[in-house]
């Protein structure tokens, strides 16, 4: 047997092999993407796709579809296709944390600097 037959089968068999293992990933990941669209129900923490966080009003699954509030008295209509993650609220603390670090700093920063707040270059906000 010649060194490039041993190779080139060799090669084949690698080929295959990534085929399958990435086939077998993908299916679950849908699969696992599925089931937790199935299972969304009213007051879920979600984020869509494009990266909008909201809580899940009401859902209609015969549709796929759902009322999300994204602020307080918006709501909006989305595919469920559209929810990229349910969002846990231990994922949010860590973000409250920092605003809070965030808010103190600044309070300082304002207490030295008695002047008054001035619009970024080129933006007018009258």
Same mark, same amino acid.
């Given at each position: 047997?010649?060194?490039?037959?041993?190779?080139?089968?060799?090669?084949?068999?690698?080929?295959?092999?990534?085929?399958?293992?990435?086939?077998? %990933?993908?299916?679950?990941?849908?699969?696992?993407?599925? &089931?937790?669209? =199935? !299972?969304?129900? $009213?007051?879920? +923490? /979600?984020?869509? %796709?494009?990266?909008?966080?909201?809580?899940?009003?009401? &859902?209609?699954? =015969? !549709?796929?579809? $759902?009322?999300? +509030? /994204?602020?307080?008295?918006?709501?909006?209509?989305?595919?469920?296709?559209?929810?990229?993650?349910?969002?846990?609220? $231990?994922e949010e603390e860590p973000v409250e944390a920092k605003e809070e670090a965030v808010e103190s700093?600044?309070?300082?920063?304002?207490?030295?600097?008695?002047?008054?707040?001035?619009?970024?270059?080129?933006?007018?906000?009258?």
């Open positions: 047997m010649d060194i490039t037959m041993i190779l080139l089968a060799v090669f084949v068999l690698f080929m295959i092999w990534s085929i399958y293992s990435g086939t077998k %990933r993908q299916k679950a990941q849908m699969q696992a993407t599925q &089931t937790m669209q =199935e !299972n969304l129900r $009213a007051g879920d +923490e /979600i984020m869509t %796709r494009a990266g909008l966080y909201g809580t899940i009003v009401s &859902t209609d699954h =015969e !549709n796929r579809k $759902a009322l999300v +509030e /994204i602020a307080e008295g918006t709501i909006i209509t989305i595919s469920l296709d559209a929810v990229a993650t349910v969002v846990d609220v $231990a700093t600044e309070s300082k920063d304002t207490a030295e600097d008695e002047s008054p707040e001035k619009p970024a270059k080129g933006y007018d906000l009258n």
